[in-house]
Every structure is written in structure tokens, then in C-alpha cells.
């Protein structure tokens, strides 16, 4: 029994030895960071000055919306005969949280299920919800959250041979896209003009 708890007592000393090293590492690291000229630089020279910290600012706004655009370009729109299609029945039509959009569950003969974003236009909501617990075909696309994860959002809705929600933005979505396609190089460029600004009027402090 001795021997079993001094293994146990020796094996725990030395998780906490490597715990302890790990952050020794890191913070020599962080050490060694701090001492580079880029770190002089971008953080103690850049920092005395406001100019600087207002181009930090328009470079985290040029970022986010460069990231918002290469997100755009992951997932280009697809015309009405390339969507995803399911038949099922809908089962729940509920607002998520505060947010502007609806989530909707679509039940499949199967077994399984779909949770689909949806945006209905004015008068849609009503008829989807008086649908609700009825076979239904739902016409849907995968899209990419800026947080980096897909989600299926509702394009079209047929019911008894009706289209009650109608996809009729694709071209409107083609252009948001094509505008992406220019709006992401530039900001790339535009952060690394800031930035390059930045290094040239401060590296010399």
C-alpha cells in the first residue's frame, strides 16, 4: 500500500513539475516577445502616441469587415434549382432569443430532423405558422456564421403546390457576393498599409 502511494504521490509531483515548466516557458516567451524590436516597436513606441491607437482602431474595423466578406465568399448564393430540399413535417416555428431571425424544425418521415434559420417577409410568418404540424417541401442553403460554423438557412417553402415563401433574392445575394470578392483584397491590403504606417513612423523611437 506504501509503495502504491508513493508512486501515486511521485507521479503527482512530476505533473506538477511539467505544469510548472510549461508556464516557465511561456512566460520566458512572453519575455522574450517583449524585448524584439517589432514588440518596441508596435506596443511601446506605438502606445505614447494617439495617432497609432486611432490607426489600431481603423485596423480592427478594415479586419472585421474583411472577415465578414471571406466569410461572404465560403458559401457563394445558389439559384433556386441548386438548393437543398427536404419534405417533412414542420414541426415548431419559434423567434430565437432577440435575435431578428425564426427557427424552424423540419420532422422527416425517417426519424430525422432539421433546425433551419429563417427571415420571413411581411405576411410568410403567418402562413408558415398556420402550416405548422403539415407535410411540407422546404427549400433550404448552408450558409457560414462569422463565428465560423455552418447553419442551414430557409430559402423557400411549397405547400399543396404553392410556394408560401418565395425565393426571389438571388441576384440581390449574387452581388452582395461579387462585392465580397473585391471588398476582402482590399481590406487585406489596407490593414497591412496601416500597419506598414505604423512600423515606418515609429521604429526609429
Same mark, same amino acid.
Given at each position: 500500500m506504501?509503495? #502504491? ?7 503527482q509531483v512530476?505533473k506538477?513539475? *511539467?505544469r *510548472?515548466?510549461k508556464?516557465?516557458?511561456s512566460?520566458s516567451?512572453?519575455s ?5 524590436n517589432?514588440?518596441?516597436v508596435?506596443?511601446?513606441? *506605438?502606445?505614447k502616441r494617439?495617432l497609432p491607437?486611432l =490607426?489600431y482602431?481603423l485596423? =480592427?474595423?478594415v479586419s ?9 465568399? +465560403? /458559401?457563394p &448564393?445558389? &439559384? +433556386?434549382?441548386q438548393l437543398? =430540399?427536404?419534405?417533412g413535417v414542420?414541426g415548431s416555428?419559434?423567434?430565437a ?7 424552424m424544425? @423540419?420532422?422527416?418521415?425517417?426519424? $430525422?430532423?432539421?433546425?433551419i434559420?429563417a427571415?420571413f ?5 403567418v402562413?408558415?405558422?398556420s402550416?405548422?404540424g403539415?407535410?411540407a417541401?422546404? +427549400?433550404?442553403d448552408?450558409?457560414?456564421h462569422p463565428f465560423?460554423y455552418? /447553419?442551414?438557412?430557409l430559402?423557400?417553402i411549397?405547400?399543396? #403546390?404553392? /410556394? ?10 449574387l452581388? @452582395?457576393?461579387?462585392? $465580397?470578392k473585391v471588398v +476582402?483584397p @482590399?481590406? =487585406?491590403?489596407?490593414v497591412?498599409?496601416l ?8 521604429r526609429?523611437?
Open positions: 506504501n509503495l #502504491g502511494n508513493e508512486k501515486e504521490s511521485k507521479s512530476e506538477l513539475k *511539467a *510548472a515548466n508556464r516557465l516557458d512566460i516567451m512572453i522574450r516577445l517583449r524585448k524584439t517589432l514588440f518596441n508596435f506596443f511601446v513606441n *506605438a502606445m494617439r491607437r =490607426v482602431g485596423v =480592427v474595423l472585421i469587415i474583411g472577415h465578414v466578406s471571406l466569410v461572404e465568399l +465560403f /458559401y &448564393p445558389k &439559384p +433556386f434549382e437543398e =430540399v427536404v419534405e414542420i416555428v419559434n423567434r432569443g432577440r435575435r431578428g431571425y425564426k427557427r424544425t @423540419i420532422n422527416e418521415k425517417d426519424g $430525422s430532423s432539421h433546425l434559420r427571415r417577409k411581411k405576411g410568410e410568418e402562413k408558415v405558422i402550416i405548422v403539415k407535410d417541401t422546404i +427549400f433550404y448552408i450558409d457560414l465560423m455552418k /447553419y442551414k438557412t430559402k423557400s411549397k405547400y399543396n #403546390g404553392e /410556394y408560401i415563401v418565395i425565393y426571389d433574392y438571388y441576384d440581390r445575394s452581388k @452582395i457576393y461579387n462585392v $465580397s +476582402f @482590399i481590406s =487585406v491590403v489596407l497591412f498599409f500597419l506598414f504606417l505604423v512600423y515606418m513612423t515609429n526609429k523611437q
